[in-house]
């Protein structure tokens, strides 16, 4: 069968007038061509619609099964134009979030209640999961964004850069350092300011570090691979001591003395919030390799439609930089 509703506002309008003639001139055509459609409609159900011997006309058993049902087709269309409405005025709608664990846990809970604020009716949800799992997810359509540092297919996702960050040895200061190695020291203010990216400020020779203990992300964690290749690229082996797979437990481990380590600028930057700078018993050395750059984008699946909440999302990324230094 054809939509056998498409002529429900016809049929609607004919049992509130109860008259075809009064009912055509609401609804501006002639009463032969209303008759035609209702007609054409009946004949296409089996079923009269409307028991034409009475007057003022009157719905049979199943005109009014129609009108019931096309009550609660115009009630569903009326419900879904005014969200509609609020989804165009930035009134309602949602968006699903996935992101790392260093994102989720130190910068995007700051970012995302400063959105909320500007957008107090659009409901944001943060997942924080591995970059295996968040690929998963958005694949499957639970997620509308990833923002992580992973890169992905080109040909399934679209992405927007944000922001570079980087990977820097992190050494306890209760370990005896050659002196030699003063030059390339940077303490924690240090990375505050970004002196770690300034291309004239030497790298460090790995190899100064043989007789440190380290701890390790675990293996399936981007920071662990770029970290291998880092040694890889030294030719230097790391004496491991523990493997862990969260960067904020890492850090801690580094902080009380227990072993050296890499990390990004983007958890030194963040994990101390506003304590003061020469209470972090700390040692940070720039790394040479290029696998100590990484870029951190916003990705979603190529052709995915965007809400004007969506847009705003991504639009309000445009200086990440400034959130992450916030």
């Not at 609804?27 to 409609?41: A, F, G, H």
């Not at 295996?132 to 964004?145: P, Q, R, S, T």
Request: hydrophobic fraction near 40%; include cysteine; charge should be neutral.
């Amino acid at each position: 069968m054809n939509d056998l509703f498409r002529h429900k506002d016809l049929i609607y309008t004919i049992y509130e007038e109860q008259s075809f003639s009064k009912a055509a001139q609401r609804l501006y055509i002639t009463q032969p061509s209303l008759s035609n459609s209702v007609k054409k409609l009946e004949d296409e159900i089996g079923i009269p619609l409307f028991d034409r011997t009475c007057k003022p006309v009157r719905m049979t058993e199943i005109g009014r099964a129609y009108i019931e049902t096309a009550t609660k087709i115009r009630e569903a269309e009326k419900s879904f134009n005014n969200y509609l409405c609020m989804i165009n005025d930035m009134e309602a709608g949602s968006i699903n979030i996935g992101s790392n664990q260093l994102l989720s846990s130190l910068v995007l809970p700051h970012y995302i209640s400063c959105f909320i604020r500007c957008y107090p009716k659009i409901q944001l949800d943060l997942l924080d999961a591995n970059s295996a799992v968040l690929e998963n997810k958005i694949m499957a359509g639970e997620l509308d964004f990833i923002i992580d540092n992973q890169e992905l297919d080109a040909t399934l996702f679209e992405r927007k850069f944000l922001k570079a960050e980087y990977l820097l040895l992190a050494v306890p200061d209760s370990f005896s350092i050659d002196q030699q190695l003063q030059k390339y020291r940077l303490a924690y203010q240090d990375i505050l300011s970004n002196k770690h990216v300034n291309p004239d400020h030497p790298a460090v020779p790995l190899e100064k570090f043989a007789d440190i203990p380290f701890i390790l992300m675990t293996k399936e964690n981007d920071t662990r691979s770029r970290s291998n290749s880092i040694f890889r690229y030294s030719g230097f082996h790391p004496n491991v001591l523990l493997e862990l797979d969260r960067l904020i437990t890492l850090y801690n481990f580094i902080e009380i003395g227990t072993a050296a380590s890499i990390v990004s600028d983007t958890l030194i930057q963040h994990i101390h919030g506003k304590r003061r700078p020469e209470n972090v018993a700390i040692s940070f050395y720039k790394l040479s390799t290029q696998y100590a750059k990484r870029d951190i984008y916003i990705s979603w699946k190529r052709g995915k439609f965007h809400s004007k909440a969506m847009a705003a999302f991504i639009d309000s990324l445009q200086d990440l930089t400034q959130v992450l230094e916030s």
